[in-house]
């Protein structure tokens, strides 16, 4: 069973950076496909950014520019960088691990960009 644990939310002011991350276990980590999604309160889960097990990348389009999603397959485990946050980031983050057809998600990290 996957287990996905991220860290690295919280309250930052806009102009910001955070770095969030997410271990995963349970799974071959250097095959899978990674991603970041984030859930502002009453929108829908949103993708943010995706890796690809060959590292290649993509990004919602708020994203380009600000943020850069990285694996380090050595320790099982993906970034998300976030600079020059803004109010409309504040959500709960997502990690997201693809495989085989199947997806898992971890718990989620609150991120809150506010003066």
């Known amino acids: 069973q996957v287990q996905l644990v991220e860290s690295g939310g919280g309250l930052v002011q806009p102009g910001g950076s955070l770095r969030l991350s997410c271990v995963a276990s349970?799974?071959?980590?250097?095959?899978?496909?990674m991603g970041w999604y984030r859930q502002a309160p009453g929108k829908e889960r949103e993708l943010v950014a995706r890796?690809?097990?060959?590292?290649?990348?993509n990004y919602a389009d708020s994203a380009k520019g600000r943020f850069i999603i990285s694996r380090d397959n050595a320790k099982n485990t993906v970034y998300l960088q976030m600079n020059s946050l803004k109010p409309e980031d504040t959500a709960v983050y997502y990690c997201n691990h693809y495989l085989g057809g199947f997806d898992s998600w971890g718990q989620g990290t609150q991120v809150t960009v506010s003066s």
């Open positions: 349970g799974t071959i980590f250097s095959i899978s496909t």
């Open positions: 890796i690809r097990n060959g590292g290649s990348t």
